[in-house]
């Protein structure tokens, strides 16, 4: 019988997703993997959502890059607890590296924890890292074609964030059509149109934060 590499891989990872999710809801600790290309604004939305709810709960992020550790120090400068994992080359993290990290920020303190995945739309969909739910960023500037060209991302989504909406005036982007094709490929997820520089529709994204840490589950 022969058991390809992939199939050995995939395997390993869900073992380690299936110890990562029993060790959330032991502790109560709910966790969201955040998936989007680069540049889009996951380590930017991040550091304001601490800023603005570190006095009403212990936040914890994870942070996955393929080299330096910048991401994990301005997630620090914001006032949170955070750990760089560096993949080296990886377009992804895996439940095995997660569950390593989750030590290091003695998550079961933490009533929330993020998992800034590595910066691109298709490889981290794939893997499952035992998380409570995904929020996948979409930003104005990547162009509206995304949520077609990669639906399985945007499908897997608890919770779909169309950032950077103040530059709608400036740049060429459809937003009937964007949420046409999210609604075609996920019609439950809730699609939150805020900007992380400028606050605009910023508590619509803590509303249903609040609301899901109250269940502790998407």
Same mark, same amino acid.
């Given at each position: ?39 889009? *604004?996951?380590?930017?939305? @991040?550091?304001?959502?601490?800023? /603005?709810? &570190?006095?009403?709960?212990?936040? #914890?992020?994870?942070? !996955? ?67 409570? *739910?995904?929020?996948?960023? @979409?930003?104005?500037?990547?162009? /509206?074609? &995304?949520?077609?060209?990669?639906? #399985?991302?945007?499908? !897997? ?62």
């Amino acid at each position: 019988m022969k058991v390809s590499l992939n199939q050995k891989i995939l395997s390993r990872n869900e073992e380690a997703a299936a110890k990562n999710r029993q060790f959330f809801a032991e502790h109560k600790v709910f966790c969201l993997n955040v998936i989007s290309s680069p540049g889009a *604004g996951k380590t930017a939305l @991040l550091e304001r959502t601490i800023r /603005d709810l &570190k006095g009403q709960y212990a936040i #914890g992020v994870i942070e !996955g890059d393929i080299e330096t550790d910048n991401d994990a120090r301005r997630i620090q400068a914001a006032g949170a607890r955070a750990f760089q994992i560096e993949t080296k080359g990886a377009c992804h993290l895996s439940a095995e590296q997660v569950q390593n990290a989750l030590k290091m920020i003695d998550a079961q303190t933490l009533d929330l924890v993020f998992i800034e995945n590595v910066g691109n739309l298709v490889c981290p969909s794939a893997f499952d890292l035992g998380e409570s *739910g995904r929020v996948v960023i @979409l930003s104005v500037p990547e162009g /509206d074609d &995304k949520p077609a060209k990669y639906p #399985g991302t945007f499908a !897997g989504a608890s919770v779909i964030v169309l950032n950077k909406i103040d530059l709608l005036p400036y740049v060429p982007f459809d937003l009937s059509r964007v949420l046409a094709d999210i609604h075609t490929v996920n019609p439950q997820a809730p699609v939150l149109q805020l900007s992380a520089a400028t606050g605009e529709g910023i508590d619509a994204w803590y509303d249903w934060l609040r609301r899901h840490l109250e269940k502790k589950q998407p």
